[in-house]
C-alpha cells in the first residue's frame, strides 16, 4: 500500500518564477493537506483540500494556491517566489478529519534564488 | 488560539536511559495533541495522540505520552532509548474546534549517545 508520494523530491527556481509541487495521498485517504517546513521550523499549515475544494486556509498570501483532482491527488502553485518561500513542503493526507491522524510524505525541498 | 511549545531544542540521552521530550500546550476547547517524528530528508511519522480518555498515551515504536491538563503538558517518553530514536520530534495541537489543521511547536533534536 502506497504511502504518499510527492513529486519532484527537490526544485531550484529563481525569484519572481512559478513553481508546481504535486501529491498523491495514501489510498483510502480523501483530504489532503499542505505544510510549509522553514530550515529549523515546525510545518507551519498551508491550505486544506476535500471533495475538490479549499476547506481551510493557514495564514499564508494568494500567491499560494492549490486544486484537488477527481482522484484526490493534489497541486500546490506558488506564484512570484520570493527567497523566503525556500522551504520543504509537506503534504500530508488524512481520512477526512485530521483526528485520525496524517500520513506525510517525504516533502519537495524548494529553493528560490 | 492554539499553540504548543516545546521548551528544550536539543535533548541527549543515553543508549538505555529513559528519555522524556517536554510538550506544554495552549488551547481554546478541548485539547487534541499529536507526537510526530522525523528524520533526515524525510517527511513526519506519526507517533501517537490522546484525543480523550486514558491520560497515559501509548504509541508506536515503544514511546509514549502523558497528558496532564492541570499543567498543559504532553511529554513524550520511552523507558529505554536506542540510538535509532535519533531524530526530532514534534508536537501538535489540533486547530480550533472544529478545525483540521494542527499547528506544530518548533520541534526537538533528540539525540541518544551509544
Known amino acids: 500500500d502506497a504511502g504518499v508520494t510527492q513529486s519532484p523530491t527537490h526544485l531550484i527556481k529563481t525569484r519572481g518564477q512559478q513553481v508546481t509541487l504535486r501529491c498523491s495521498p495514501k489510498s483510502g485517504h480523501d483530504t489532503v493537506s499542505w505544510y510549509q517546513q522553514a530550515l529549523g521550523q515546525g510545518p507551519q499549515f498551508i491550505f486544506q483540500y476535500y471533495e475538490e475544494e479549499e476547506r481551510q486556509r493557514g495564514n499564508f498570501p494568494d500567491r499560494f494556491s492549490g486544486h484537488q483532482f477527481p482522484n484526490y491527488s493534489s497541486e500546490l502553485n506558488v506564484n512570484a517566489l520570493l527567497l523566503g518561500d525556500s522551504a520543504l513542503y509537506l503534504c500530508?493526507?488524512?481520512?477526512?478529519?485530521?483526528?485520525?491522524?496524517?500520513?506525510f510524505g517525504s516533502g519537495t525541498r524548494l529553493t528560490v534564488v | 488560539a492554539q499553540s504548543v511549545a516545546q521548551p528544550e531544542d536539543q535533548v541527549n540521552v543515553a543508549e538505555g536511559n529513559p528519555l522524556t521530550v517536554k510538550c506544554t500546550y495552549s488551547?481554546?476547547?478541548?485539547?487534541?495533541l499529536f507526537w510526530y517524528v522525523q528524520y533526515p530528508n524525510r517527511g513526519l511519522q506519526f507517533l501517537l495522540k490522546?484525543?480523550?480518555?486514558?491520560?497515559l498515551v501509548k504509541g508506536s515504536y515503544g514511546f509514549e505520552a502523558e497528558f496532564n491538563k492541570s499543567q498543559t503538558s504532553f511529554h513524550l517518553k520511552k523507558p529505554s532509548a536506542l540510538v535509532s530514536d535519533s531524530a526530532l520530534y514534534f508536537c501538535?495541537?489540533?486547530?480550533?474546534?472544529?478545525?483540521?489543521?494542527?499547528?506544530f511547536g518548533t520541534g526537538t533534536r533528540l539525540t541518544v549517545i551509544p
Open positions: 488551547v481554546s476547547g478541548n485539547p487534541y
Open positions: 500530508a493526507s488524512s481520512p477526512r478529519t485530521v483526528l485520525y491522524g496524517y500520513t
Open positions: 501538535a495541537v489540533r486547530g480550533l474546534t472544529g478545525a483540521n489543521n494542527l499547528f
Open positions: 490522546y484525543i480523550t480518555g486514558d491520560n
